[in-house]
């Protein structure tokens, strides 16, 4: 996956956002402009058959990342910050209904 900093982690998790403010930060990575934007693909989640951890609110994220250190604590507030829905293991291709850009779907 990659994340908000744009490092890349090993993950089974594909993390998605409720927040289209914020998926368009993610697509534009840590500097804007530099570079061309990535692609924001908008999902069914209603037609995703794997398992999906909704961490966008500050209790679901400690309920599912956890509270007993400082980093799990953190990564659940940077989880509901970011309105982060997590997919295990991936999206189906049934699932994606397209791609966002600033006029919306295409």
């Known amino acids: ?8 982690a090993s993950s089974s998790f594909v993390s998605t956002t409720r927040s289209e403010l914020t998926a368009r930060r993610f ?7 530099s570079r061309a934007e990535a692609p924001i693909i908008a999902i ?4 995703v058959s794997q398992p999906i951890f909704d ?6 994220a400690e309920r599912v990342l956890g509270t007993g250190s400082p980093s799990a ?4 507030e940077l989880a509901a ?8 293991g991936g999206v189906d291709a049934s699932a994606i209904m397209g791609f966002l850009q600033t ?3 295409r």
């Open 1 to 8: 996956i990659n994340n908000y900093a744009g490092v890349r």
């Open 27 to 33: 697509a534009a990575g840590r500097n804007p402009g």
């Open 44 to 47: 069914d989640l209603g037609r």
């Open 55 to 60: 961490v966008s609110t500050v209790f679901a």
């Open 73 to 76: 604590r953190n990564a659940a």
């Open 81 to 88: 910050n970011a309105q982060e829905v997590l997919i295990q």
């Open 103 to 105: 006029g919306g779907l």
